[in-house]
């Protein structure tokens, strides 16, 4: 993935004007079309205490040395470097990126999921917050990347990942869209769709969103497996990850 | 003009989804990439008591015949027809124009700024709310439809027209725009759009801001004249435009 241009950088520029008190704003376009899932960008400097109650409860469960993948403006991130954990906050955007450190987050790089690798050293917990379940982008990648996190990872590490369900929808032109994905032989909820903000617009890249039951059918298979879905009273949900480890038999 | 079909009428499916209570919402797309303007379609359906208090106050001068050009969901025209006024309103859209008939107004119909004529009758009030006055286009097609708006009007006949200052404002993206169409011999504010929604989107199409000083311009050399401007707290204001009758002398 080569770096994002300032003027692809739609995501960051929506932070980094929310940052400002500009009011940011995301604006999602499908390619099919559809233009959507308006955003106030605000959301990604919310503190501790305006979270969504799953996003609170998800950090009781955090442990040890922690990667934020897609940290955005670094809200997880910066709440638990204050509570006196090891966090790293990685993100493709350079403005996103800019942003946390800004707001003194220490460790925050400009990365991409297909860049991390052991060369960071071991985690302990891997965030993917905010739907980021969707940054796996497909089925088949998402497979390559649980195992390279294998590799990445302490024995008794966890991944808490965010998504929703695609399915809990009646919206007529989502229901055409899934079924015009699994036309072409993907998943119902894999959005191609690039982020636009004022001028600038991302280049288009895949995201998906999955139910519990595709969650699961994902992580089998490797060396993962999840333990538990923690619920919320919207669509979000939680699959908190775990190593299967060999059988002590 | 060619009817707008149904996958293009954006407009008209945000009016039509509010209507139904769910949630219509708009989005401008601009040529130079822009997209933002998003507008909850509610507020084309807004009581009286919930309008801006210069729409309000622009009910007061209101007399005679009156045609609501580009009357969207009808919130002014249906205050009017229930004052006992006479009141025709026209609209692109035709779905626009289907919640009209659905909210009770009893004379609306589905026509362009362009198509209207001395057909529809003798009116004494054009009305042209919500930066109607946009609608115009161009500085050339204002001028030509003001002309043919004096046949279809009484003497004392009057035009309320509501505009935004396209100059009040610091936003970078704004400022280029502005410079980019006066390098292409449009006007500063003349943003040539289309409106989304979902998987709607309208045809490209000119619709410009303009300030007190080029209203003025506009008007001049036909024959009206702006009677005076009515101004707002926010950056819209309203021109009341009146015909110059000839000299008694």
């Given at each position: ?13 929506a ?7 500009k ?11 559809f ?9 990604y ?48 955007s ?6 946390c ?28 917050m ?54 072409r ?11 636009r ?6 280049p ?25 879905f ?12 775990e ?6 038999r």
């Amino acid at each position: 993935m080569t770096r994002l241009t300032d003027k692809q950088d739609a995501y960051g520029h929506a932070i980094y004007d929310s940052y400002l008190g500009k009011g940011g704003y995301e604006i999602d376009e499908r390619d099919d079309g559809f233009v959507g899932g308006v955003r106030d960008a605000g959301t990604y400097l919310a503190a501790y205490d305006e979270w969504p109650p799953i996003e609170r409860e998800a950090m009781e469960i955090v442990k040890g040395r922690i990667l934020d993948i897609g940290c955005g403006a670094g809200r997880h991130a910066l709440y638990l470097q204050e509570k006196g954990l090891d966090v790293l906050g990685i993100d493709v955007s350079p403005l996103a990126i800019k942003v946390c450190k800004l707001r003194g987050l220490t460790q925050a790089r400009e990365m991409s999921i297909t860049q991390l690798s052991r060369k960071l050293g071991t985690f302990d917990t891997l965030l993917m917050m905010g739907n980021n379940f969707g940054l796996f982008g497909s089925f088949k990648r998402a497979k390559w990347l649980l195992r390279r996190f294998c590799g990445m990872t302490s024995d008794q590490a966890r991944i808490i990942a965010q998504s929703s369900d695609p399915y809990a929808t009646d919206e007529p032109c989502h229901l055409a869209y899934h079924e015009l994905n699994r036309k072409r032989g993907r998943m119902s909820g894999q959005i191609r769709l690039r982020v636009r903000y004022k001028t600038y617009a991302t280049p288009w890249f895949d995201y998906f969103l999955v139910s519990r039951n595709e969650m699961a059918e994902i992580v089998s298979g490797t060396r993962w497996r999840v333990g538990h879905f923690a619920e919320s009273d919207g669509p979000y949900y939680i699959g908190v990850i775990e190593k299967k480890l060999p059988s002590a038999r």
